[in-house]
Protein backbone atom coordinates (compact mmCIF):
# COMPACT_ATOMS: atom_id res chain seq x y z
CA UNK A 1 0.00 0.00 0.00
CA UNK A 2 1.45 2.90 -1.20
CA UNK A 3 2.76 5.41 1.89
CA UNK A 4 3.70 9.16 2.83
CA UNK A 5 7.35 8.78 3.68
CA UNK A 6 9.43 11.76 5.53
CA UNK A 7 13.28 12.34 6.53
CA UNK A 8 14.75 12.99 8.92
CA UNK A 9 12.85 11.30 11.40
CA UNK A 10 14.57 12.95 13.81
CA UNK A 11 16.06 16.41 13.54
CA UNK A 12 18.08 18.87 16.38
CA UNK A 13 19.19 22.21 15.45
CA UNK A 14 20.20 25.48 17.02
CA UNK A 15 18.02 28.24 17.46
CA UNK A 16 18.48 30.53 14.73
CA UNK A 17 19.39 28.08 12.17
CA UNK A 18 17.48 26.86 8.99
CA UNK A 19 15.95 23.68 8.39
CA UNK A 20 14.23 21.78 6.07
CA UNK A 21 12.12 19.05 6.63
CA UNK A 22 11.22 16.64 3.54
CA UNK A 23 8.03 14.42 2.52
CA UNK A 24 7.46 12.15 -0.53
CA UNK A 25 3.64 12.17 -0.93
CA UNK A 26 1.59 9.48 -2.22
CA UNK A 27 2.49 9.49 -5.97
CA UNK A 28 -1.03 10.34 -7.63
CA UNK A 29 -2.07 13.02 -4.74
CA UNK A 30 -2.50 16.26 -5.76
CA UNK A 31 -3.04 18.08 -2.41
CA UNK A 32 -0.30 18.53 0.44
CA UNK A 33 -0.43 19.60 4.10
CA UNK A 34 1.97 20.04 6.73
CA UNK A 35 0.76 19.90 10.50
CA UNK A 36 2.51 19.82 13.71
CA UNK A 37 2.36 18.63 16.90
CA UNK A 38 4.21 20.45 20.32
CA UNK A 39 4.56 17.80 22.79
CA UNK A 40 1.42 17.80 24.98
CA UNK A 41 -0.15 19.65 22.61
CA UNK A 42 -3.00 19.20 19.48
CA UNK A 43 -1.88 18.59 15.76
CA UNK A 44 -2.34 21.77 14.15
CA UNK A 45 -2.25 22.33 10.55
CA UNK A 46 0.06 24.75 9.30
CA UNK A 47 -0.61 24.61 5.32
CA UNK A 48 -1.83 23.07 2.75
CA UNK A 49 -0.47 22.87 -1.11
CA UNK A 50 -2.02 22.43 -4.41
CA UNK A 51 -1.01 23.12 -8.31
CA UNK A 52 2.03 24.92 -7.18
CA UNK A 53 0.80 27.05 -4.34
CA UNK A 54 -0.46 27.51 -1.04
CA UNK A 55 -4.57 27.15 -0.71
CA UNK A 56 -4.14 27.72 3.00
CA UNK A 57 -2.46 29.04 5.43
CA UNK A 58 -2.40 29.19 9.32
CA UNK A 59 -1.17 31.94 11.71
CA UNK A 60 1.79 29.69 12.82
CA UNK A 61 2.52 29.70 8.98
CA UNK A 62 4.84 33.24 8.76
CA UNK A 63 7.69 34.66 7.14
CA UNK A 64 9.78 32.34 8.74
CA UNK A 65 8.19 28.84 7.09
CA UNK A 66 8.08 28.37 3.26
CA UNK A 67 7.21 25.47 1.61
CA UNK A 68 8.12 24.13 -2.15
CA UNK A 69 7.86 21.00 -4.35
CA UNK A 70 10.75 21.44 -5.80
CA UNK A 71 10.35 18.46 -8.50
CA UNK A 72 7.36 15.61 -9.33
CA UNK A 73 8.02 13.61 -5.97
CA UNK A 74 9.36 16.33 -2.84
CA UNK A 75 7.36 18.17 -0.64
CA UNK A 76 9.16 20.43 1.64
CA UNK A 77 8.90 22.81 4.59
CA UNK A 78 11.66 25.33 5.33
CA UNK A 79 12.09 26.94 8.04
CA UNK A 80 14.63 29.73 7.65
CA UNK A 81 15.62 31.27 11.55
CA UNK A 82 14.63 27.86 13.79
CA UNK A 83 13.11 29.45 17.32
CA UNK A 84 13.05 27.47 20.42
CA UNK A 85 9.05 27.02 20.17
CA UNK A 86 9.04 25.50 16.96
CA UNK A 87 10.38 22.01 18.55
CA UNK A 88 7.53 19.54 17.92
CA UNK A 89 6.87 16.69 15.37
CA UNK A 90 6.13 17.94 12.07
CA UNK A 91 3.56 15.75 9.90
CA UNK A 92 3.14 15.81 6.35
CA UNK A 93 -0.11 14.69 4.48
CA UNK A 94 -2.02 14.12 0.96
CA UNK A 95 -4.68 13.48 -0.61
CA UNK A 96 -5.95 13.17 -4.11
CA UNK A 97 -9.06 14.87 -3.71
CA UNK A 98 -10.64 17.44 -1.68
CA UNK A 99 -12.15 16.16 1.32
CA UNK A 100 -10.74 12.84 1.00
CA UNK A 101 -8.93 11.09 3.45
CA UNK A 102 -5.79 12.77 4.63
CA UNK A 103 -2.91 10.28 4.45
CA UNK A 104 -0.35 10.93 7.14
CA UNK A 105 3.38 10.38 6.99
CA UNK A 106 5.75 8.93 10.11
CA UNK A 107 6.55 12.77 11.16
CA UNK A 108 9.82 14.48 11.94
CA UNK A 109 10.95 15.31 15.47
CA UNK A 110 12.23 18.61 15.62
CA UNK A 111 14.39 19.73 18.45
CA UNK A 112 15.45 23.42 18.60
CA UNK A 113 18.00 24.62 21.27
CA UNK B 1 -13.50 28.35 12.42
CA UNK B 2 -13.97 24.98 13.33
CA UNK B 3 -13.08 23.54 16.57
CA UNK B 4 -12.92 19.95 18.02
CA UNK B 5 -13.02 18.81 21.73
CA UNK B 6 -12.25 15.43 22.98
CA UNK B 7 -13.63 14.49 26.46
CA UNK B 8 -11.27 12.66 27.64
CA UNK B 9 -7.51 12.69 27.92
CA UNK B 10 -6.44 9.35 29.33
CA UNK B 11 -8.38 5.98 29.56
CA UNK B 12 -7.35 3.06 31.20
CA UNK B 13 -9.37 -0.47 30.95
CA UNK B 14 -9.03 -3.76 30.81
CA UNK B 15 -9.24 -6.15 28.00
CA UNK B 16 -12.62 -7.04 26.88
CA UNK B 17 -14.03 -3.82 28.61
CA UNK B 18 -16.05 -1.43 26.20
CA UNK B 19 -14.87 1.59 24.80
CA UNK B 20 -16.58 5.39 24.14
CA UNK B 21 -14.86 7.99 23.00
CA UNK B 22 -16.06 11.29 22.72
CA UNK B 23 -15.82 14.31 20.38
CA UNK B 24 -17.82 17.07 19.45
CA UNK B 25 -17.13 19.47 17.17
CA UNK B 26 -18.19 23.39 16.38
CA UNK B 27 -18.50 24.55 13.08
CA UNK B 28 -21.50 26.44 11.32
CA UNK B 29 -21.45 24.09 7.96
CA UNK B 30 -21.25 20.85 7.04
CA UNK B 31 -18.48 18.62 8.08
CA UNK B 32 -16.44 15.65 7.25
CA UNK B 33 -15.60 13.56 10.43
CA UNK B 34 -12.27 11.59 11.10
CA UNK B 35 -11.18 8.97 13.75
CA UNK B 36 -7.18 8.78 13.27
CA UNK B 37 -5.36 6.38 15.54
CA UNK B 38 -1.77 6.75 16.34
CA UNK B 39 0.05 3.08 18.11
CA UNK B 40 3.04 4.00 19.84
CA UNK B 41 6.19 4.54 17.48
CA UNK B 42 3.69 4.77 14.39
CA UNK B 43 2.15 7.43 12.42
CA UNK B 44 -1.21 9.04 11.98
CA UNK B 45 -3.60 6.03 10.37
CA UNK B 46 -7.39 6.58 9.63
CA UNK B 47 -9.70 4.49 11.78
CA UNK B 48 -13.04 5.69 10.27
CA UNK B 49 -14.33 9.08 8.69
CA UNK B 50 -18.41 10.03 8.02
CA UNK B 51 -19.00 12.21 5.09
CA UNK B 52 -22.51 11.73 4.28
CA UNK B 53 -25.48 9.01 4.61
CA UNK B 54 -25.74 6.40 7.29
CA UNK B 55 -24.45 8.02 10.54
CA UNK B 56 -23.15 4.91 11.63
CA UNK B 57 -19.63 4.34 10.45
CA UNK B 58 -18.00 1.07 10.78
CA UNK B 59 -14.21 1.00 10.25
CA UNK B 60 -11.25 -0.67 11.01
CA UNK B 61 -9.78 -3.32 13.74
CA UNK B 62 -14.17 -3.21 14.90
CA UNK B 63 -14.49 0.05 16.03
CA UNK B 64 -17.19 1.97 14.82
CA UNK B 65 -18.68 5.77 15.69
CA UNK B 66 -21.86 7.49 15.44
CA UNK B 67 -22.72 11.16 13.79
CA UNK B 68 -25.36 13.07 15.78
CA UNK B 69 -25.95 15.81 14.03
CA UNK B 70 -28.41 17.77 16.54
CA UNK B 71 -25.18 17.08 19.02
CA UNK B 72 -22.40 17.87 16.88
CA UNK B 73 -20.84 14.73 17.97
CA UNK B 74 -19.25 11.91 16.82
CA UNK B 75 -18.27 9.36 19.24
CA UNK B 76 -16.32 6.31 18.82
CA UNK B 77 -16.99 2.96 20.05
CA UNK B 78 -15.47 -0.66 20.10
CA UNK B 79 -17.47 -3.21 22.22
CA UNK B 80 -14.81 -5.00 23.39
CA UNK B 81 -11.06 -3.80 23.09
CA UNK B 82 -7.96 -5.91 23.04
CA UNK B 83 -4.44 -5.16 24.28
CA UNK B 84 -3.16 -4.35 20.73
CA UNK B 85 -5.83 -0.77 20.85
CA UNK B 86 -3.52 1.04 23.24
CA UNK B 87 -2.89 4.06 21.35
CA UNK B 88 -3.69 7.59 20.95
CA UNK B 89 -6.84 8.48 19.36
CA UNK B 90 -7.72 11.89 17.66
CA UNK B 91 -10.91 13.14 16.68
CA UNK B 92 -11.00 15.19 13.32
CA UNK B 93 -13.07 17.41 11.08
CA UNK B 94 -12.58 19.40 7.88
CA UNK B 95 -15.37 21.61 6.28
CA UNK B 96 -16.85 20.26 3.08
CA UNK B 97 -15.91 22.33 0.27
CA UNK B 98 -13.70 24.26 1.94
CA UNK B 99 -10.79 25.66 -0.52
CA UNK B 100 -7.99 24.58 1.33
CA UNK B 101 -9.19 21.61 3.25
CA UNK B 102 -7.19 21.59 6.41
CA UNK B 103 -8.17 19.22 9.20
CA UNK B 104 -8.59 20.16 12.74
CA UNK B 105 -8.02 18.11 15.51
CA UNK B 106 -9.09 17.30 18.76
CA UNK B 107 -6.42 17.24 21.46
CA UNK B 108 -6.26 13.44 21.54
CA UNK B 109 -7.16 10.50 24.05
CA UNK B 110 -4.30 8.23 24.92
CA UNK B 111 -5.92 4.44 26.15
CA UNK B 112 -4.69 2.21 27.54
CA UNK B 113 -5.43 -1.53 27.29
CA UNK B 114 -4.34 -3.49 30.73
CA UNK B 115 -3.88 -7.23 29.86
Known amino acids: EPEVTQTPSHQVTQMGQEVILRCVPISNHLYFYWYRQILGQKVEFLVSFYNNEISEKSEIFDDQFSVERPDGSNFTLKIRSTKLEDSAMYFC???????????FGPGTRLLVL | AQSVSQHNHHVILSEAASLELGCNYS??????LFWYVQYPGQHLQLLLKYFSGDPLVKGIKGFEAEFIKSKFSFNLRKPSVQWSDTAEYFCAVNARGAAGNKLTFGGGTRVLVKP
Open chain 2, 27 to 32: YGGTVN
Open chain 1, 93 to 103: ASNGQLGETQY
